[in-house]
């Protein structure tokens, strides 16, 4: 196994095989932007359970609480940055709320503040895969169709494996899992041609093969001088091996191998891990199979390509992209994560004793190996929010403790009553009063008090991300909108 070059590569500011300690959130927020390839991860479900690994197995004591609650788990600071900054993403965390409940609203509210960050730290070139499961998908797919833009959505894979399930009466039995694939901006993406098909084994009930069976040796393959030479088809095949090897071939030279049916959206050749399999298995609770993350980053990314996963849990991503020769990054809350990825990595002959000398020097030790709990210091310029999400132009707010959404609602209350600002209407019951921007943060306004107001909810759609205060209030009164 070759291992990659250790180095600070492109814009990342740690160093290759890093698995950082802690709430992904905090290390997510201290990573330079755009130093990612590719992210590939299997973060919670919303199950609504607890998970816990099992007993006397390589993972035992990793469990972790998949339930969420909006008054325990969501910070305030998260609702008032997505309400003010991000107002396509609050609605689809508001409509989880209304269509399922407050816990579903809290997950993806949990889940969109992470990625943010995710496609910030993302290259324009790079990709994420999100993998999820029908509890909580199609919610996923809005808030991401938010954060990334429904125009850079490339697939929803669906994994379908069996496992035993006893009998249930009441429904079809839930034998899949689901992965959303959006690039940063797929014509960039789509340029750095490091797509590749991946075909199945199965190339007996092809069109070629069938076409071209008599021309076959040795199962699959065509040779110069015994190909079907007045096959148009076959033809185009020949001058594009002619193109790539700048010459003609010899007699009995391979110039075809006929492959299998390209994998489509739809995975049913990779099974999820029996637990009574220990030769993958290490008793994790959500664990997938190497196979599955090795398909993704095979076809989704170039060798020495850097692969990050924000929830690594027993490492399989890792593991994955070490096998594959790319750089990693991962994160985890979990204590034994260390203990883990260091025991899969000696399994799969990655990595050896610190105590051996290394004949071979493409094999890993422990000590290139960084575990750390300190979060990185950034080397760029700080971007908080993604690209074309941002305020064209960030203003410097006046320093000073910043208010919540709630004290600038109360206070604005208190010094202006029940009055729309935009209207000049009174309303009896404050509730229909919104708390909005003088001037836009699409033009460079500040989230300070000094740049609030409040609006009546017709005032505040009308104003949008477009009118300053005065110019709302201009075209109030041409539209015969102001209170007489």
């Not at 609650?69 to 900054?85: A, F």
């Not at 298995?281 to 196979?291: D, E, M, S, V, W």
């Not at 074309?388 to 004290?407: H, M, S, Y």
């Amino acid at each position: 196994m070759m291992a990659v070059h250790d180095k600070h590569t492109g814009g990342a500011n740690w160093k290759n095989r890093t698995l950082f300690h802690g709430d992904n959130l905090q290390f997510l927020r201290a990573m330079n932007s755009e130093s990612v390839d590719l992210i590939a991860t299997d973060p919670p479900f919303n199950k609504g359970k607890d998970f816990h690994a099992t007993p006397d197995s390589l993972a035992k004591g990793a469990k972790f609480q998949d339930r969420w609650s909006w008054e325990r788990d969501i910070h305030q600071e998260w609702v008032d940055q997505l309400t003010d900054d991000y107002p396509k993403l609050i609605e689809a965390i508001e409509s989880a709320r209304y269509a399922h409940s407050d816990g579903m609203g809290a997950y993806l509210c949990f889940m969109s503040v992470r990625l943010l960050e995710m496609r910030r730290v993302l290259k324009p070139t790079g990709s994420i895969y999100l993998h999820c499961d029908p509890t909580a998908s199609h919610y996923l797919k809005a808030a991401m169709d938010a954060i990334f833009g429904w125009k850079q959505f490339k697939n929803e894979i669906i994994w379908h494996y069996r496992t035993y399930q006893g009998q249930i009466r009441t429904r079809f039995p839930q034998k899949h899992d689901l992965m959303f694939w959006y690039a940063v901006n797929t014509k960039k993406h789509q340029n750095r041609k490091c797509f590749q098909l991946v075909y199945d084994s199965n190339y007996e009930g092809t069109v070629d093969h069938v076409r071209w069976r008599k021309y076959y040796v040795n199962g699959n393959e065509i040779r110069y001088g015994q190909h079907p030479a007045t096959d148009s088809r076959f033809t185009a095949y020949l001058k594009r091996w002619e193109a790539t090897n700048r010459r003609k071939p010899k007699n009995g030279e391979l110039i075809y191998q006929c492959q299998g049916y390209v994998i489509d959206d739809v995975w049913t050749d990779i099974q999820a891990l029996d637990p009574k399999d220990k030769s993958e298995r290490i008793g994790y609770p959500t664990q997938k199979p190497l196979a599955l993350y090795e398909r993704i980053i095979k076809s989704s990314s170039s060798e020495g390509d850097i692969v990050l996963d924000p929830f690594a849990g027993c490492a399989t991503t890792c593991v994955a992209a070490e096998r594959l020769k790319r750089q990693w990054v991962g994160i985890d809350l979990w204590d034994n994560a260390k203990d883990v990825l260091l025991e899969r990595m000696k399994k799969e002959g990655m990595i050896g004793e610190d105590s051996m000398k290394a004949g071979d020097q493409t094999l890993l030790f422990s000590k290139d190996i960084t575990f750390t709990a300190q979060v990185p210091e950034r080397t760029d310029d700080k971007q908080e929010a993604v690209p074309f999400l941002q305020v064209k132009e960030r203003v410097k707010e006046p320093d000073g403790p910043r208010w919540t959404r709630k004290e600038m609602y109360d206070h604005l209350l208190a010094q202006q009553g029940s009055k729309c600002q935009g209207c000049d209407r009174y309303f009896d019951d404050s509730r229909y009063l919104e708390l909005d921007h003088n001037t836009p943060r699409s033009s460079g306004g500040w989230n300070h008090i000094s740049n609030r107001i409040l609006l009546c909810g017709p005032c505040n759609k009308l104003k949008s991300n477009i009118y300053t205060l005065i110019g709302l209030r201009r075209e109030n009164k041409k539209r015969g909108y102001m209170a007489k």
